[in-house]
C-alpha cells in the first residue's frame, strides 16, 4: 500500500472498529464494502482491510452512519477505472475544481460537484 494514503487519511478504522461505531454486525459492514457503501485497503502491520474514519458521519439520533453520498462517488469512480487505493487517493487529495478535497466537499452536501468531477477524471 501507498505510504501516500497514510498521509492523506488521517485515521482508519478496521472492520470490527467500524461495526462498532455503527452499532451492527461485521457481517453487515461487510456487506458495505461489497456493495460499494464503503471502499478501503489492506494496510498496517497486520495489513489489516481498513476504512477512513471520515466515511462516517453523525446520525440524527446521536449516533454514526455511512456518508449517503459516497457509495455513488465511488461508483462513478470504479466506473473511470480507479483501483479502490486510487479512489481513496482522490478524496482525500485536494482538487482544484472543488477547492477542497473531495470527501470534504460530500460531507458538505457537494455531492452533485463531486461527481461532476469525477466523471471527467476517466483514464
Known sequence: MSTDLDALVPRWLTLPDLAERLGVEVS?????????ALVGVKRGERTTFQ???????????????????LRG?????????????????????????????P?????????AEVRRVAQTLGF
Open 28 to 36: 453487515r459492514v461487510r456487506g458495505l464494502v461489497r456493495d460499494r
Open 51 to 69: 476504512v477512513p474514519e471520515a466515511f462516517l458521519v453523525p446520525a440524527d439520533d446521536g449516533g454514526e452512519h455511512v456518508l449517503p453520498t
Open 73 to 101: 462517488t465511488v461508483v462513478v469512480l470504479g466506473d473511470q477505472g480507479f483501483t479502490d487505493d486510487e479512489i481513496l487517493a482522490w478524496l482525500f487529495t485536494p482538487e482544484d475544481a472543488l477547492g477542497v478535497a
Open 103 to 111: 470527501i470534504e466537499a460530500l460531507r458538505a452536501g457537494r455531492r
